[in-house]
């Protein structure tokens, strides 16, 4: 028998450090090779980490919450030299394709299609619960992480099942009208900190000890950790707006027709198991104008010469999400190779796989350009800031119904508002100006998609 050390490994992200979210084991328990032993999320997914051991877990050396440095020991595990991997060795056996629901696997480990998991999923059918909702294991934990309570939902499925679907509608439209109640003040305006203890020397007897790194929470504020997807937001944020020159046009637009597009698109068969929104139009007025103003797809590129553009010729169109772990944009690899109906679909992916927190570090990467929907949180414009490694971002505003002129009447029509902020390096302002004209020239009519 011989105790063994496994670090935190580098899950090929290019990150230094992982918060450990939570351990699926516990010391004293059995585990053979690729066993999942616990969740870690770095700053652009949720990460199950299996075993490159076979054994007994000796210690948990981090606590759940705990951000731990890339190559830190995290636990310690009691094998027989003889059935071990052996130290810095690495299961390689295959992986077989995601359960549903499940989550990222570690790069280069894999999870062995032989090996057994100590804890075993929930049989994938559905079950009642004793409200008598029913739906199946991965649909109950996406509910969970959303916030929704499944007794709200209106089921669609076959034999009255809650899907996916009814779980993300759901809670897409309750975030609409989720702070719509204004939250009361505290009832107490003041009050004091009880001081630790004991003061150490030198200190007034009534002054507060507390490092400054461990700040106090009261009835009257809350200190939350910047960490995981938060804090690499807030960086990559910061320095694009200072490093990049911001300059946002946007323009107002009758999409009336996108509208009556998207309700035929829904009626059709074709589109009978897919869901269909204006997104989707969208996506593919951006894709089609980017192709006419190809410098809104480019990137500023220092090189120790000076700098250069790099000008790409397709499209890994980026949709930001708003998901429980925070702002992700995860990308649409080759959208311009997509038809409609294609595209639809990848579209559907990635909104559920983002809200259920399960987006990958590669659909994350070599974006070229993105797309923020504002319009489902009830705004309609904005001025948002680029993504890091893109030159162009575009905001869609909420559609709704606003008088407008039409052959010198003025009549109900749905309007909505296009916005794009543009890194000034790359574009200037006539190629801005085209491409949300494109942009709106499809929203308005989508026939011009067809060519």
Known sequence: MSTQNFNLPDVGEGLTEAEIVAWKVAPGDSVAINDVICEIETAKSLVELPSPHAGVVGELLAAEGATVEVGSPIITFVTDARDDAGPGKIATAEAPAPEEGGGSVLVGYGTGGGATSRRKRPAERPVRSSVGVI???PIRKLARDLGVDLTTVTPTGADGEVTRDDVVTHASQASVFRNIETPEWGAVREETVPAPQSTPAGLARGVSAAPASAPVSDDRTESIP???VRKATSSAMVQSAYSAPHVTVWKEIDASRTMELVKRLKASPDYADIRVS??????RAVIWAARRTP???AAWIETEGGAEISV????NLGIAAAT??????PNIKDAQDLSMKDLARALNRLTLTAREGKTSPADQQGGTITITNIGVFGMDAGTPIINPGEAGIVAMGTISQKPWVVDGEVRPRWVTTVAGSFDHRVIDGDGMSRFIADVASVLEEPA???E
């Open 448 to 450: 011009l998609l067809v």
């Open 295 to 297: 410098m809104v797809n």
């Open 312 to 315: 790409r010729h397709y499209v």
């Open 135 to 137: 739906a199946k294991p």
């Open 324 to 329: 429980p772990r925070g702002l992700l944009v």
């Open 278 to 283: 204006p997104l989707l139009i969208m996506a």
């Open 226 to 228: 910047v960490k995981g």
